[in-house]
């Protein structure tokens, strides 16, 4: 069993920054994929930025250029950083980690954006 947890929402004015963490324990395996999701009230859950151990990243087009995931793998810690924040951001983001043993997450953490 696998568990994440997150840190690091909050509320902040467009155009700002946040940073999240989040640290997984447990069972981790090696080899595996961590990253963000986030939803919106009354929205699905929709894929933010992902990254392998091995480094490689991939984002959603809607974070782009201002969003960047990173990893500590001797932490087993993902990060996400957010700039330039836009009030289209808000929502519960989650973190993930998807290995042989199977998909995990966090319990969500809440980011504000402020107008």
């Known amino acids: 069993q696998v568990q994440l947890v997150e840190s690091g929402g909050g509320l902040v004015q467009a155009g700002g920054s946040l940073r999240l963490s989040c640290a997984a324990s447990g069972s981790t395996d090696i080899i595996n994929t961590m990253g963000w999701y986030r939803q919106a009230p009354g929205q699905q859950r929709d894929l933010v930025a992902t990254i392998t151990s091995g480094r490689y990243t991939a984002y959603a087009d809607a974070v782009k250029g201002r969003f960047t995931v990173s990893r500590d793998n001797a932490k087993n810690t993902v990060y996400l950083q957010m700039s330039s924040l836009k009030p289209e951001d808000p929502a519960v983001y989650y973190c993930?980690?998807?290995?042989?043993?199977?998909?995990?997450w966090g319990q969500g953490t809440q980011v504000t954006v402020s107008s």
């Open positions: 993930y980690l998807a290995s042989r043993g199977g998909v995990f």
